[in-house]
């Protein structure tokens, strides 16, 4: 064949209809067997206790999101700490408080009702840089980074 297709399969489309392979019931067995690993991690993620925001006093179920509290360096919820951090700013109707990275929000202001170009007006530092908490390498450690 000039196609350049092994044994005139097609190259695109339907794949693998009409092939012998895992039944409908195969599957669902296959995902029962996938499942375990991920209950022994549920379970070992339930001996550590729940993590409570310092700021509204809730659990925080995602630690990868959260920031270092002021006071302290204890988890707070990301929503938390951006109102907090606005708290006290003059803000235009142009303005808005933003998280640039690095443990640092800003006031800034947008150009055009695109909000797509902006300014950095002032910087407001959340963390301080450069500073490692031990919540953080338990998910670190966690992760295998």
Not at 31 to 54: H, I, N, T
Not at 80 to 86: F, G, I, R, S, T
Request: aromatic share 6%; proline share 3%; net charge positive.
């Amino acid at each position: 064949m000039a196609d350049g297709n092994k044994d005139s399969r097609r190259r695109f489309g339907r794949r693998g209809r009409g092939r012998s392979g895992q039944r409908d019931g195969e599957r669902v067995a296959a995902k029962a067997g996938q499942a375990e690993p991920a209950e022994e991690a549920k379970s070992a993620l339930a001996d550590q206790p729940p993590v409570v925001c310092s700021i509204c006093e809730k659990q925080i179920f995602d630690l990868s999101s959260a920031l270092a509290g002021r006071d302290g360096g204890q988890p707070v919820h990301f929503d938390c700490a951006l109102a907090q951090a606005a708290v006290g700013e003059n803000l235009e109707p142009s303005e808005r408080v933003a998280y640039i990275g690095r443990g640092a929000f800003a006031v800034v202001e947008y150009r055009d009702k695109s909000m797509t170009a902006f300014t950095v007006k002032r910087r407001i530092q959340w963390e301080k840089e450069g500073e490692k908490f031990d919540w953080r390498k338990s998910i670190q450690h966690r992760m295998g980074l």
